[in-house]
């Protein structure tokens, strides 16, 4: 790894590490339900190294152990999920230049940590693509490390978890401290009252249905929101990245305190 890429990879590793906090709670969370349910330690762990998308797992190996069908299972999965699609529709411009392996490794090690992370990073301090890439994967690895770490660690636990530790209460706290950055407009807000909203009322329905009833609609009003106001859909390329060697304008205004001291867009300097 070259030296300016250590730099970038600390940036984000150090940017993520407040959340490895909530992060580990969650895996032991998802190792301890998935054997409690019925699913083997071996299973569970490689449930996580395959998927590696823990609110959807813990919703499927809930949903599992309830006996629920397996179309409701995939389809609470999926709609869970949909979020990913849009992250990496949003991130996509920054990544257009990588090659084909990086940008499959990429998608593999996106959570909502990396992508909260690194899309504020591009948008703000305008990085070239080589410190993009070592931003991004600092911010992913750690994520993955632990996450895998503590669901084995969870599996091999099972039952002997005390439930009076309550670990079940850091995972909506997590997703909390990821979500109050995010509301920053009318069509984000939007999408936050309605999903959490129908979520509390919704929560009544078999199948953790609710939780599928809650994302859906949410989507759905901050896409309204969005149409409604004439700004939808949005293009995160523009004025925000530039891949020009020389640096375009949108760059260099937006190089903040990654910029080099030359004033080279480039700027993969430490922050």
Known sequence: MPADGRSDFRDGARAVAPFLLGVAPFGLVVGVTAVNVGVTPLQAVGMSLLLFTGAAQLALIELVGRGAP????AATALVV????????????????RFSLPTKWLGAYGMTDHA????????RETAPDERSRAWYYFGAATPVWVVWMSTTVAGALLGKTVPSELSLEFAVPLMFMALLFPAVEDRPTAT?????????????????????????????????????????????????????????????????????????????????
């Open 70 to 73: 397996f179309a409701v299972a």
């Open 81 to 96: 999920n949909l979020r990913y699609l849009m992250y990496s529709a949003s991130l996509a411009p920054y990544f257009r």
């Open 115 to 122: 992508y909260a992370l690194s899309v504020v990073e591009f």
């Open 191 to 271: 999408a936050a009252v309605v999903a959490g909203g129908t979520a509390v009322v919704a929560a009544v329905l078999p199948f953790n249905l609710g939780l599928v009833t809650a994302a859906t609609l949410g989507i759905a009003a901050g896409v309204a929101t969005e149409v409604r106001a004439g700004s939808f859909p949005k293009d995160d390329r523009e004025g925000r990245t530039s891949d020009d060697a020389t640096g375009g304008e949108a760059t260099e205004s937006r190089a903040g305190p990654r910029e080099s001291g030359t004033g080279d867009s480039a700027g993969g300097g430490d922050q």
